[in-house]
């Protein structure tokens, strides 16, 4: 009875099951049937059978919609710019010059064809669909030889271009290209960092620099854009084979404050020999002029405009001939050797020599080396120091001949005790050679000569104790010393300025005699 009651129950789970595993089966029949609706509705992608393999980008505006893998890695790299059809412009710009403007009138032409600028190898075709621009970068037929064992070459390839991308980017100088007509079409990190936040990364890319026709030589720049307008900059750039231009910038901030500093110096160095009384000329290894002063035109008679003009080192001195400032030889083949040999002598430095002019000037022209080759002529106008030297040397012979008339033998003395003049009257007296005594000659000397020829007496030790005493305690004295021969002498000596004194002797008995013409010694300071 109970095994009756079992088997109705099992048969209603068996049942239960079978319905349940139904149910599931029709539903998943359902949500495939259901995917299959949707598969069918959903439009194939744009990517699918050939696109695969290809570059290729569809924008909607600026704003890049979907990409191929290929496409993303060459937009991974391409410049900052407003959106991501400008980024991609900046990138493939020095292919495709005239890309942004194509690509603004692709809307009229449905659809363009571009050929890489210099590269037949690559082409670019822009296509505009219900208001999309979809953008395919293709290879030519001719790179299939590297699609397939070419792979490991192709990676070297690029891991070389990535090196060669980073080292320009990081290089410390900015560097860019430009079209024929002035557009620039790549530039790298530094060039972008010069524009500032300020500047709209548009493309073409602002310019920096405005270099002229300048072409490869150096050329100082600043910058016309950007947050640093006053640096100052070397620019340089070379005309590739597409007909390009690459350009270079060298920062010069330290050259250009250096030759700041070196103008700065040049006219202070001016303004100074402005105000020197000495006439200067400067000629440089080609004996050309290129300095003088205004004291050289006052003091020489040339016109300024000649000098102005830097004429030659014979052309200056030939001048100064005709203006009769510079002696005339006796004739043109010794005038040529008189140029020569002041060339050479000024070369070394030895050049010195004293020219007179007709109207009673005296130049004195000292010719010295410059670095380089250069040579200095300095010319100093000595009229007045050898008029006021020859009114000294006539006033003081015109003393020494005052001296010599006196019948007093008189001896001079320096502070140092040296005998610096003496008279006829002292040569005779003493029988002194004048042209050994002054200068030659000493105190202890003197008085030595003097007691031989004397009677021992007080004399001598009062000299003695005069000469010692200082400068400012002497006083004036007199005594007397007795000749051999019976004469007396009168002696008298006297403190003088800055430490000389004098002593002189003199013989009252006797009458003065008529004398052969006066003599005095002069000492010359060593």
Same mark, same amino acid.
């Given at each position: 009875?109970?095994?009756?009651?079992?088997?109705?129950?099992?048969?209603?789970?068996?049942?239960?099951?079978?319905?349940?595993?139904?149910?599931?089966?029709?539903?998943?029949?359902?949500?495939?049937?259901?995917?299959?609706y949707?598969?069918? @509705?959903?439009?194939? +992608?744009?990517?699918?059978?050939? &696109?695969?393999?290809?570059?290729?980008?569809?924008?909607?505006?600026?704003?890049?919609?979907?990409?191929?893998?290929?496409? @993303?890695? #060459?937009?991974?790299?391409?410049?900052? !710019? !407003?959106?991501?059809?400008?980024?991609?412009?900046?990138?493939?710009?020095?292919?495709?010059?005239?890309?942004?403007?194509?690509?603004?009138?692709?809307?009229?032409?449905?659809?363009?064809?571009?050929?890489?600028?210099?590269?037949?190898?690559?082409?670019?075709?822009?296509?505009w669909q219900?208001?999309?621009?979809?953008?395919?970068?293709?290879?030519?037929?001719?790179?299939?030889?590297?699609?397939?064992?070419?792979?490991?070459?192709?990676?070297?390839?690029?891991?070389?271009?990535?090196?060669?991308?980073?080292?320009?980017?990081?290089?410390?100088?900015?560097?860019?290209?430009?079209?024929?007509?002035?557009?620039?079409?790549?530039?790298?990190?530094?060039?972008?960092?010069?524009?500032?936040?300020g500047?709209?990364? +548009?493309?073409?890319?602002?310019?920096?620099?405005e270099?002229?026709?300048?072409g =490869? +030589?150096?050329?100082?720049?600043?910058?016309?854009?950007?947050?640093?307008? &006053?640096?100052?900059?070397?620019?340089?750039?070379?005309?590739?084979?597409?007909?390009?231009?690459l350009?270079?910038?060298?920062p010069?901030?330290? %050259?250009?404050?250096?030759?700041?500093?070196?103008? $700065?110096?040049? /006219?202070?160095?001016?303004?100074?020999?402005?105000?020197?009384?000495?006439?200067?000329a400067?000629?440089?290894?080609?004996? /050309?002029?290129?300095?003088?002063?205004?004291?050289?035109?006052?003091?020489?008679?040339?016109?300024?405009?000649? #000098? !102005?003009?830097?004429?030659?080192?014979?052309?200056?001195l030939?001048?100064?001939?005709?203006?009769?400032?510079?002696?005339?030889?006796? $004739?043109?083949?010794?005038?040529?050797?008189?140029?020569?040999?002041?060339?050479?002598?000024?070369?070394?430095?030895?050049?010195?020599?004293?020219?007179?002019?007709?109207?009673?000037?005296?130049?004195?022209?000292?010719?010295?080396?410059?670095?380089?080759?250069?040579?200095?002529?300095l010319?100093?106008?000595?009229?007045?120091?050898?008029?006021?030297?020859?009114?000294?040397?006539?006033?003081?012979?015109?003393?020494?001949?005052?001296?010599?008339? #006196? &019948?007093?033998?008189?001896?001079?003395?320096?502070?140092?005790?040296?005998? #610096?003049?003496?008279?006829?009257?002292?040569?005779?007296?003493?029988?002194? $050679?004048?042209?050994? =005594?002054?200068?030659?000659? $000493?105190?202890?000397?003197?008085?030595?000569?003097?007691?031989?020829?004397?009677?021992?007496?007080?004399?001598?030790?009062?000299?003695?104790?005069?000469?010692?005493?200082?400068?400012?305690?002497?006083?004036?004295?007199?005594?007397?010393? !007795?000749?051999?021969?019976g004469?007396?002498? /009168?002696?008298?000596?006297?403190?003088?300025?800055?430490?000389?004194?004098?002593?002189?002797?003199?013989?009252?008995?006797?009458?003065?005699? %008529?004398?052969?013409?006066?003599?005095?010694?002069?000492?010359?300071? +060593?």
């Amino acid at each position: 009875m109970g095994r009756c009651r079992l088997e109705p129950m099992t048969d209603h789970l068996i049942l239960a099951g079978i319905t349940t595993f139904a149910a599931l089966a029709t539903a998943l029949v359902v949500l495939i049937l259901f995917h299959a609706y949707l598969d069918r @509705r959903k439009p194939p +992608s744009i990517f699918d059978g050939r &696109d695969a393999d290809d570059t290729v980008f569809v924008f909607d505006g600026g704003t890049l919609l979907d990409a191929t893998a290929s496409a @993303r890695r #060459l937009l991974a790299d391409a410049p900052a !710019a !407003a959106d991501d059809r400008a980024r991609l412009v900046a990138r493939l710009g020095s292919r495709f010059p005239d890309l942004a403007d194509r690509l603004a009138e692709l809307h009229r032409a449905g659809i363009v064809t571009m050929r890489a600028k210099g590269d037949a190898l690559m082409t670019l075709t822009a296509e505009w669909q219900s208001g999309l621009t979809r953008l395919t970068l293709s290879a030519s037929e001719a790179l299939a030889p590297y699609a397939g064992a070419g792979v490991a070459r192709l990676q070297v390839m690029e891991d070389e271009l990535a090196e060669l991308r980073h080292a320009v980017a990081a290089a410390p100088v900015l560097i860019w290209r430009e079209t024929g007509s002035g557009q620039v079409t790549w530039a790298n990190g530094p060039y972008f960092d010069r524009l500032g936040a300020g500047e709209a990364l +548009s493309w073409p890319l602002p310019r920096l620099f405005e270099m002229g026709d300048a072409g =490869s +030589s150096p050329v100082r720049c600043t910058p016309n854009a950007g947050t640093a307008r &006053d640096n100052v900059f070397e620019c340089y750039r070379s005309r590739l084979p597409d007909g390009d231009l690459l350009c270079y910038a060298l920062p010069a901030d330290t %050259a250009a404050r250096a030759e700041g500093s070196l103008r $700065d110096f040049r /006219q202070t160095l001016t303004r100074t020999f402005a105000q020197l009384p000495v006439g200067i000329a400067v000629f440089d290894a080609r004996r /050309q002029l290129q300095m003088f002063n205004p004291a050289l035109t006052d003091m020489t008679g040339l016109e300024a405009a000649f #000098l !102005a003009a830097r004429p030659t080192l014979g052309a200056f001195l030939d001048r100064l001939r005709e203006n009769r400032i510079l002696p005339e030889p006796r $004739d043109y083949r010794s005038w040529r050797k008189r140029i020569a040999d002041i060339d050479a002598a000024a070369a070394t430095g030895d050049f010195e020599e004293s020219w007179t002019t007709p109207a009673g000037q005296t130049h004195r022209v000292l010719g010295r080396p410059h670095p380089d080759g250069a040579i200095a002529l300095l010319f100093n106008d000595v009229s007045p120091e050898l008029s006021l030297t020859r009114r000294f040397r006539a006033e003081l012979e015109l003393g020494h001949e005052v001296l010599d008339s #006196l &019948d007093e033998a008189i001896a001079v003395f320096s502070p140092a005790r040296l005998l #610096l003049m003496s008279n006829a009257a002292y040569a005779r007296l003493w029988g002194i $050679d004048p042209s050994v =005594s002054a200068g030659q000659t $000493d105190l202890a000397q003197a008085m030595t000569h003097w007691r031989r020829e004397c009677v021992p007496g007080a004399l001598w030790e009062t000299l003695e104790e005069f000469a010692g005493t200082s400068e400012n305690l002497r006083r004036p004295g007199t005594g007397q010393a !007795a000749l051999h021969d019976g004469r007396v002498l /009168q002696c008298r000596f006297t403190p003088l300025t800055g430490g000389a004194f004098l002593i002189g002797f003199r013989d009252p008995a006797t009458a003065r005699r %008529a004398q052969t013409p006066p003599m005095l010694v002069h000492a010359r300071s +060593s």
